[in-house]
């Protein structure tokens, strides 16, 4: 059995329990052994992304420290903080140190949900049912810094009874972009706003990210216009099976 | 009389954005963002042609010392005038001085952003000289009496119906909301003043080393009018502008009109290699080129940030910008607006004037996928939020001590995962008393910066023990 370490991001920590369940669940079925290492807490990007890259130093070595117990692969849902880990880790510390090593190492076995399963697993079927109209928002880091176009279309489509509709402006960032949406709020709800109108207009009855951050702006932003339409993490919508169909 | 701002108020400007500027800014862009797509995917080889064109960008920042000293070389010998400019102050007195040595009362300007650099037109007019603009855009903002919002499309913020009003209001006429009219009334307007002017004042779209030729990109005509009527033509460039040859060349006309318009080529495409040369030739009689440092020089210093100097000022990343697309060109506070502004203004007037705008991007990444030569615009802006947060080598942390306090704690927090933990066990406490329909709205600050304008998820932090039950069981099970 190939085993994996859980990596579950702040956002999810914080305030998605039932995604990473399902995260967990959906790795199991595929036959992955997990462990979850208890000291994680955030991958540091908030800070890095700020500026603050000697305050990122001490947080990621916290996640390093964290995953190297284990040489498994780790696995998070958010392109976003894997990004950070497999793009920006290695260049935090100096060449030549302990430190860096094992960020390089940590960064050459840290893979995006929708990453492993598709690229990895080459798993695109996970026996997920949704009989509903489903729209995509591509969400930045994982689209432009991680590279994954098709890996969550790949997905959808193997899921039973979905209906796959093309959002408007799919590629355009959602207006979250982390402590943007503090700093800048009334910028970050233009962006907001523009994204729930294209939702909107779609015709979908959901809408799917692979990103928590986007996932809290665009689900709160919905919530607020008042629209049914449910905003989904792409785990959860995978892990509905034919007894649990909404 | 600079008008080089002071502070950048980023966040104050984007509190009021005049709601006609999203929507007039975003109609305009859309147009270009598809007529871009559709000349990119004309040429199979576009990938490669923006990597050779980084790379001679690239190679130009290294040696600019070298081509400069080219093309200063093979301007003389062409007959032109070269002169250096490494202040602001120095390039306006040094075009007053020209101006004033052969009695100019009025000089025409192609569109220019070098002149919006310095300020040059509100410093003619201060010293009795009138400056026209004469590109349409151009001649509307200076009607307007504000700067550019774009990069190419100077006026992109107003609508026709706006530019008819003032066209109506400032020319004592009736104009009607139709663009072909207005350009109609214009054109008949700025003629009469191409004939009357002593001078002809343009910018350049590069400068070739290897002949010393001013290139200009063009799509109106006025161009070539403000750059051979008069007898007199000053031509503003910074010195970002040096190419090394003409084989280069042919790289940046590929690139530039496609990344812009979306055009295969402009309308226009100038070649001006001195003064005419003999009577009945083209051109003025004479040509000074002004070569603009002010804080360039200082800015190539730097590896990271001077990699902004390979822009050939196309605007795509403007057009593909969501944050220039919802608060427009003036929120960047400077002659250069957009996710380019946004790293360039940082470094040419500090940190400290312009703290906000390495901030005013979600780091979508968008610029970079666009750029056509391939500017890291992301990668750039970190570099300067470091410069604003730590500080560097080149300037000292100008983050308000609130901001640095906030992420020295935020770090300590994360860093020691047991206060991280124990955080987390007491968050969901607060959910009861800000909770409605599942959502939390109303939080104290800093969070009641999210909360108005969307609620909140409600804090649910268990996976940690429902891992612990889960665990085992699995354990269990295994046995």
New interface residues.
Partial sequence: MSKAQLFLTCLGDQFYTSTLQNMTHILERLGMELVFPPEQTCCGQPLFNNGFEDKTRAVALNFIRAFSKSDAPIIGPSGSCVSMVKHHYPFLFKDGTPEHALAVDIASRTFEFTEYLVNVLKVTDVGAVYPHKVTYHASCHYLREMGLKTEAKALLNAVKGLEFISLKEEETCCGFGGAFTVTYPEVSRSMMENKVRDILASGADTVVTCEPGCLMNVAGGLHKAGSKIRAMHIIDLLAIRESNVP | MSETPTYIG??EY??H?PASI?SAVQQATSRFVGGRAARVAELPQWEELRQIGSDIRLHTIENMDVYLTRLEEKVKLAGGHVHWAETAEDARRIVLQIAKAHNVKMAVKSKSMATEEIGLNHFLEAAGIAALETDLGEYIIQLAGTGPSHIIVPAVHLKKEEIAALFSEKLNIHAPADPLELARIAREILREKFLQAEMGISGGNFLVAETGTLVMVTNEGNGRMCTTLPDLHVALVGIDKVIPDWESLTVFLKLLARSATGQKLSTYTQFITGPRHAEGEFGPKEFHLVLLDNGRSNVLKDPVGREVFKCIRCGACSNVC??YK??GGFAYGSFISGPIGAILSPQMLGTPAAREL?????????C??VCPVRIPIPTIL?H???????GDEFSKPS?PLPLRGT??L????????WI??LG?RI?PAINPFFRR?G?LSGLPY??S??T?????????????Q??NV??AE?RENSR
Avoid: M
Avoid at chain 2, 410 to 417: K, T, Y
């Fill in positions: 980023f966040e984007s509190e954005v999203p969501p944050v919802n608060v390495p901030y005013a991007s979600t780091l979508c990444g968008a970079a996928d970190r300067l939020r470091r410069r604003v947060a730590e983050i992420a020295a935020a770090s300590v927090a994360l860093a020691w995962n991280y933990r987390a968050l329909d959502w800093p969070l910066r999210w108005k304008v969307r609620p909140l998820p409600a804090f649910s932090a268990h996976f940690r429902w891992w889960h665990s699995q």
